[in-house]
């Protein structure tokens, strides 16, 4: 039980403070938003925002007594988001929890906390990933944003992804204050990290833009930005893609260079991409973006088949779309191609999720129109992903976050000894966390450790193409299917993959081209209440992983 778990009573202080100071909104500094540009299992960064451009800093340690210190670095903006102040704690304990404050002597934050992550190539790593929680009625975001936030955030994931359609004109400083004022509710507690979508540039590019002035990401090594970067998460690995910045003239290819560089050097078990805009997605009835709409196919598909990208997360759509394992745009099994997710389903109480269908869709398995969050938990090497349904429709403005539904399962075989390292003495029992960085690990299938074997796949029938009954389990009907591999070329070693879909929209899809239609463009206050479950939850979400 989520609130019998020890608490720190320092974050109850945070919400009577904020209670007693509800006069003065604007208090500074507010906004504290957690995310990372080096290692996050041994920095963190901090972003807030400061009516005032003097000296301030970030304090942090094992205790609220902190004991280490750093200067911030400012960025004038302007109105209600005035001064971004920005610091970076370094030095930290992988998988530790720690206590900040930003500010200075006249005016310091609450005491906030926050976990490093893991450093163990098989410890567990709980992953959400949502898009398109931009407003569609009115500007800013969506208006019960911080309530799918905080609900997603009670399952107690390490990190949270937004891909993009942030707020409705990026342009406008303003509609970002409103924003930020829904997502600190929890980006102050775990790093939440937004990804450019094409409501969200402006009102120049790269650190000219208000995106990047307001939020601190790792910086490529091509052109120093912070538009298109990638960064390691326990044993994943995670790229980062943008398609309306540094386009190259409309070829891409600065950062397809860049990608292609990426993925060959990392050492990851596991690899993701993400960005804004879908390769793979079957528009409703002429309602939505097109699939690969401005032409990136061509330019990144060969890059994740040849690097074997796990899965590729997009949003754009305002739905949820699970297709197959593809590889050259066809079926493969999954231990040979890379599944594509689309995921816009972040604009909790808006009108504009569209219902869709559970028709014939070229090589997808699953779809819902429903408001959601998708979630992937990763320990060694097994990935389960989840479907989070909020509910809602076209017309109805969303209901409460349903139990996670999984929707996939992937399973890598690695070599006995890849979560432990042996030590002087002869001993091989040791600790995950201190597994040995040289240990042989299976990629590509050319391990000589990694055992060639049977790849099974299940296709579980009858889930329901709208989300309907997804919160009770996983369909009511299973169809199973065996296929046979060696593992080998681009394999990670044997994988057993497990996708639930409808049966009808499974593998026995005809093979051809990817559907795709005419496509459409458009696009406060924090209730006491909701700060209050927060301050109590937040500590007991944050040490889960240590008591599990």
Same mark, same amino acid.
């Given at each position: 039980?989520?609130?019998? =778990?020890?608490?720190?009573?320092?974050?109850?202080?945070?919400?009577?403070?904020n209670l007693v100071s509800a006069a003065s909104l604007w208090a500074t500094p507010r906004w504290v938003r957690l995310s990372f540009e080096g290692d996050p299992s041994t920095t963190m960064s901090v972003?807030?925002?400061?009516?005032?451009?003097?000296?301030? #800093?970030?304090?942090?340690?094992?205790?609220?007594? /902190?004991?280490?210190?750093t200067t911030s670095k400012v960025v004038a903006m302007g109105g209600d988001l005035e001064y971004v102040h920005s610091a970076r704690m370094d030095g930290l304990t992988p998988d530790t929890v720690y206590? /900040? =404050?930003?500010?200075?002597?006249?005016?310091?934050?609450?005491?906030?906390?926050?976990? *490093?992550?893991?450093?163990?190539?098989?410890?567990?790593?709980?992953i959400q990933i949502f898009g398109d929680s931009r407003a569609q009625i009115g500007a800013g975001s969506a208006m019960r944003y911080q309530d799918l936030l905080m609900s997603g955030f009670s399952l107690g994931?390490?990190? @949270?992804?937004?891909?993009?359609?942030?707020?409705?004109?990026g342009e406008e400083a303003p509609q970002w204050s409103e924003d930020l004022a829904k997502e600190t509710t929890v980006a102050t507690f775990i790093p939440l990290l937004n990804i450019i979508g094409n409501h969200d540039d402006g009102p120049g590019e790269g650190d000219e833009a208000n995106f990047n002035k307001l939020f601190t990401y790792p910086r490529?090594?091509?052109?120093? @930005?912070?538009d298109f970067y990638s960064f390691d998460y326990g044993n994943a690995h995670f790229a980062v893609l943008s398609p309306y910045t540094f386009k190259s003239d409309g070829t891409f290819q600065m950062q397809a260079e860049w990608l292609d560089?990426?993925?060959?050097?990392t050492d990851k078990l596991w690899k993701f991409v993400l960005l804004h805009m879908p390769f793979y997605t079957c528009p409703v009835?002429?309602?939505?973006?097109?699939?690969?709409?401005?032409?990136?196919?061509?330019?990144?598909?060969?890059? #994740?088949? =040849?690097?074997? %990208?796990?899965?590729?997360?997009?949003?754009?759509?305002?739905? /949820?779309?699970?297709?197959?394992?593809?590889?050259?745009?066809?079926? %493969?099994?999954?231990?040979?191609?890379?599944?594509? %997710? *689309?995921?816009?389903?972040?604009?909790?109480?808006?009108?504009? @999720?569209?219902n869709v269908p559970d028709v014939a869709c070229q090589y997808r398995t699953q779809t819902s129109g429903s408001f959601h969050i998708t979630q992937m938990t990763i320990t060694g090497g097994e990935l389960v992903f989840e479907f989070i349904d909020f509910g809602g429709s076209v017309i109805l403005p969303g209901e409460n976050m349903k139990p996670p539904v999984e929707h996939m399962r992937i399973t890598k075989s690695l070599p006995p000894d890849y979560c432990f390292e042996a030590v002087e003495d002869g001993d091989t029992e040791a600790d995950a966390e201190t597994a040995d960085a040289d240990s042989e690990i299976v990629s590509d299938?050319?391990?000589?450790?990694?055992?060639e074997g049977d790849v099974e796949t299940v296709t579980d029938g009858d889930l329901g193409g709208e989300g309907e009954g997804e919160g009770e389990g996983e369909g009511e009907g299973e169809g199973e299917g065996e296929g046979e591999g060696e593992g080998e070329g681009e394999s990670d070693g044997d994988v057993n993959g497990h996708i639930d879909g409808d049966a009808e929209s499974s593998n026995n899809k005809p093979v051809g081209d990817m559907g795709s239609s005419g496509g459409c463009s458009s696009g406060a206050g924090i209730p006491a209440l909701l700060l209050l479950l927060v301050a109590v939850s937040v500590p007991a979400i944050i040490r889960r992983r240590r008591e599990e």
């Open positions: 039980m989520l609130f019998g =778990r020890p608490l720190f009573f320092s974050a109850v202080l945070v919400v009577i403070i972003t807030w925002n400061d009516d005032s451009q003097a000296v301030l #800093f970030v304090q942090w340690g094992l205790t609220p007594s /902190y004991g280490n210190e206590h /900040y =404050r930003v500010g200075n002597t006249d005016k310091w934050s609450p005491d906030y906390t926050f976990a *490093t992550a893991p450093a163990g190539k098989c410890d567990p790593i709980k994931p390490d990190l @949270m992804i937004n891909t993009g359609d942030i707020v409705h004109k490529n090594p091509v052109n120093d @930005m912070e560089k990426d993925l060959a050097e009835f002429g309602l939505g973006h097109d699939a690969d709409e401005d032409g990136l196919g061509p330019v990144f598909i060969p890059i #994740f088949d =040849r690097h074997h %990208v796990d899965i590729v997360f997009s949003g754009h759509n305002h739905y /949820y779309e699970l297709f197959q394992p593809l590889k050259g745009g066809q079926p %493969v099994p999954i231990e040979e191609g890379t599944v594509y %997710v *689309t995921a816009g389903g972040g604009a909790l109480g808006e009108i504009g @999720m569209l299938g050319d391990d000589e450790n990694a055992p």
